[in-house]
């Protein structure tokens, strides 16, 4: 992330109209500002207003609204193809830029009035290809459960904890590590985590979450507990320094898991973890899909239906039940 100083102030301006009026959360805030970093320096190349082609030798902070001002519609299509020949990206990565894009163009023409005419606003988000999420089968899920529980590891519980909260709530990775203990209600089973666009949400724990959870707190550490921004003292889960568990730590007491299990983990990950637990749910609990969508934090509903494939035996059964199968 750019600091203030080496970026124009009307995208500092932006930022922090993102983050006080948008309500964005810091990692979107870093989102925005690497994306429009790019953006920006691509364009010093595109309008001839710089002789080097290396973006990270490329300043930015002299940037004025006049060059803005003079961007069109077919300036950011120029960028996006630039990301597919120069970085290869794939079309979640143009989708996010677009979106950032769009955002700070709407910013820039209805908000601060810097522009009068917003080129982003027709601008197409990339066609997505639609794939199914990978997952873990049930079986494969009791393995993991099963070896993160081992007693040989000395942070057993903690590991146990954090994988039985992945796959029985679907949690994002960085709501589980944004956990203080003091988002936990025992007595209502239940706990609250802020999701993506710092939005709050309620996560019921079943038997097995509060049994795991429990069992971590009893031993972890209550003192010489490190502070940090997100006031350490209450955070759930601890790192062997004794302050909040990073993301890293997470994906690799995760990946170390996965392994223990055998599985592959080129294929799974924290993320595949929610996967999981959303997919076992919509398969084996009946669950309405509404509902799974409050559960996972899902804005629109239309991402939610991903998990409503089924699998291969699904659709034998479906087959083998038709009334005319054994005609």
């Not at 993301?247 to 924290?270: C, F, H, N, P, W």
């Amino acid at each position: 992330m750019l600091p203030r100083e080496e970026t124009p102030d009307f995208v500092n301006a932006f930022l922090d109209y993102s983050a006080t009026i948008l309500n964005k959360s810091p990692n979107s805030i870093k989102e925005y500002n690497y994306d429009l970093a790019m953006f920006l320096k691509f364009i010093k190349i595109h309008f001839h207003l710089t002789d080097e082609t290396e973006l990270t030798k490329i300043k930015i902070n002299d940037m004025t609204i006049q060059t803005i001002q003079k961007i069109t519609l077919n300036d950011i299509h120029a960028f996006l193809s630039y990301l597919i020949t120069t970085f290869h990206s794939k079309p979640a990565t143009r989708a996010r830029k677009v979106s950032t894009i769009r955002v700070f163009f709407n910013y820039l023409s209805r908000k601060a009035n810097l522009i009068e005419v917003n080129p982003a606003q027709d601008l197409e988000t990339p066609k997505m290809e639609k794939r199914l999420p990978r997952y873990l089968n049930l079986e494969d899920s009791r393995k993991l459960l099963a070896v993160s529980g081992h007693e040989d590891d000395r942070n057993h519980e903690r590991n146990y904890a954090i994988i039985t909260l992945f796959l029985n709530c679907g949690m994002r990775l960085s709501e589980l590590v944004g956990i203080n203990i003091s988002d936990i209600d025992f007595s209502e089973c239940k706990l609250n985590v802020i999701g993506k666009g710092n939005k709050e949400r309620t996560i019921y724990l079943n038997k097995a979450c509060v049994k795991a959870i429990s069992e971590y707190l009893s031993v972890r550490p209550k003192e010489g507990i490190k502070p940090d921004r997100l006031n350490s003292p209450k955070a759930l889960f601890l790192s062997e320094r004794r302050e909040r568990i990073s993301r890293r730590t997470v994906q690799a007491i995760v990946d170390k898991e996965l392994r223990a299990a055998g599985l592959d983990t080129s294929k799974y990950s924290t993320h595949k973890l929610r996967h999981t637990a959303a997919t076992l749910m919509y398969q084996y609990g009946n669950v309405d899909i509404r509902a799974l969508q409050e559960l996972l934090g899902h804005e629109s509903i239309s991402t939610t239906e991903i998990y409503t494939h089924v699998d291969n035996s699904q659709v034998r059964a479906a087959v083998e039940s038709n009334p005319l199968a054994d005609e």
